[in-house]
């Protein structure tokens, strides 16, 4: 592992990268117009594109590159008992305490220890009332009655619709242990206190992998997995300084959970969580069995020995990661030295793989033939990657705008490619710009994108 840092002192701030967000349509509050919806947030044209390839990288890696993994899209709505069994509906709560005074609501683990003891309020110094245990669970009814019989809750996680599948996955593809099982989907959290931007949210997103092993290998896959957890922020080209292993104490590691390490990454606001890789053990399976009255033991066809699995489970947000990546790119980059405000340019330096636009491509001017020209060659290169066009406005402006996008290559259309089918490439980090033949041009981006190595 590299040195890692203690304090962040990149250029990003919270609020650069939510005005950012904004000013680009990656990411709005929810409900804006009546006030905002705490907690909720809508993913813009430029968010969604980056959502979506973060999850499909994410999916690529998991699936496609592994052939013992397999993937599942659950239902949010389950039965109720799941989170019964789960542990969930008894145990997934935060300590909360309320100031008397301002009324301000806070995780009591999240609060300075004298501020606790002593009862005082952190922010006005008013009195805290005593710790209440509050349940994470969005809870809701099923059909016109609102009774008991009927409760439904929003998933807080998408693992338990995996463990509840497990029996039918291995039954209807033949899966034999070790194998897995992945899934990304939304998941509900009635936080107490949601701040910092998209970081913790009440709606959000999750990834997550669910490996089944034989008890006694599961020491084995659980590193095998950090290894490969680790690697993924590699190849997305994440700042290795910023990132850090954290493993759970005695106080945080779940009673049933083995060993717990969560990938940490140093956010403008300091260290926070980015994923977790756990030990569960057999507990999952071993209590939808004891709730449902199903037997969920994995028979070994080849030994006939009959096993609960034990399960490594790797967890991360898909919308925490994706505010993790917007924090890791951002970039502020003094360019020229005309004493303006345009000496600097801000740039998301994002990998390739997961820029929302992937190339941006520019006539040099509209007129003589130029514009229809750069219109035909966007249509051509449409069909494999995500393009953008632009016209309007000094060529610079247009390079700072996709730069701010994260857009890493350009390709510009000017009097010379008219005359020789050449056009100018340019590139987002370095700002070199090379002459590409048209013919070539598909070829050479595809290359480019394969090769990225970040530079800044
Ligand atoms: P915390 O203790 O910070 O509330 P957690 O340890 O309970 O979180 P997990 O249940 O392990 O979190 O969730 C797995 C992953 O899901 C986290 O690493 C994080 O990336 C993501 N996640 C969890 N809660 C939220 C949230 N409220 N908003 C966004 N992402 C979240």
């Known amino acids: 592992m590299s040195d890692v840092l203690n304090e962040y002192q990149g250029p990003a701030s919270m609020d650069k990268i939510s005005s950012l967000a904004k000013r680009r349509g990656f990411i ?8 905002g919806q705490s907690g909720a947030w809508d993913y813009g044209p430029l968010g969604i594109e980056l959502k979506n390839r973060i999850m499909g990288f994410w999916w690529k890696e998991m699936t496609q590159l592994h052939d013992d993994i397999v993937g599942l899209d659950a239902a949010i709505l389950m039965h109720s008992r799941v989170w019964e069994a789960s542990g969930h509906v008894e145990n997934f709560t935060d300590p909360l305490v309320d100031c008397k005074k301002c009324k301000s609501r806070f995780r009591a683990d999240q609060i300075p220890e004298e501020n606790l003891a002593g009862k005082k309020c ?3 110094g008013g009195e805290l009332t005593d710790v209440r245990k509050f349940n994470l669970m969005f809870k809701s009814h099923i059909g016109a009655l609102e009774d008991e019989a009927n409760i439904v809750y929003l998933r807080p ?15 209807s593809n033949r899966m034999k242990i070790p194998f897995g099982i992945a899934q990304v989907g939304k998941a509900f959290r009635n936080e107490i206190v949601t701040k910092n931007f998209i970081f913790r949210s009440r709606e959000f997103e999750q990834m997550e992998m669910q490996f089944f092993v034989k008890p006694g290998t599961d020491e084995e896959w659980f590193n095998e997995w950090k290894k490969r957890r680790w690697a993924f922020y590699e ?21 049933y959970a083995r060993d717990a390490y969560d990938i940490q990454y140093l956010f403008p606001m300091g260290w926070n969580e980015l994923e977790g890789i756990h030990n569960r053990t ?7 069995s004891q709730f449902s009255g199903k037997d969920l033991q994995y ?3 080849e030994t006939n020995e009959r096993y609960i699995p034990f399960i490594v489970e790797t967890s991360a947000g898909l919308t925490r990661t994706l505010l993790m990546l917007l924090c890791d790119a951002y970039d502020e980059e003094k360019v020229a030295d005309k004493g303006n405000d345009d000496d600097w340019r801000t740039v998301l330096r994002f990998h390739p793989a997961i820029a929302p636009i992937t190339v941006a491509v520019l006539p040099l001017m509209k007129k003589d033939g130029l514009a229809e020209l750069a219109e035909d060659i966007r249509n051509e290169l449409k069909e494999d990657f995500a393009t953008d ?12 705008r996709q730069d701010e996008a994260g857009t890493p290559f350009c390709v510009t259309i000017d009097y010379e490619s008219k005359d020789n089918g050449s056009v100018t490439l340019r590139f987002r980090d370095s700002m070199e710009q090379v002459r590409v033949n048209r013919a070539e041009l598909a070829e050479r981006l595809r290359k480019e994108i394969k090769g990225y190595k970040r530079i800044k």
């Open 28 to 35: 709005f509050q929810s409900s804006e117009i009546y006030g």
């Open 122 to 124: 952190p922010d006005c």
């Open 157 to 171: 996680e998408t693992a338990q619709g995996i463990y509840v599948n497990y029996k039918n996955i291995i039954q």
């Open 235 to 255: 190849k997305l080209g994440v700042k290795i300084d910023h990132l850090r292993w954290h493993q759970h104490g005695p106080d945080e590691l779940a009673h």
């Open 282 to 288: 057999d507990y999952d399976l071993s209590r939808h």
């Open 299 to 301: 028979i070994d066809q």
């Open 389 to 400: 066009y632009d016209q309007g406005g000094a060529i610079g402006r247009r390079y700072r």
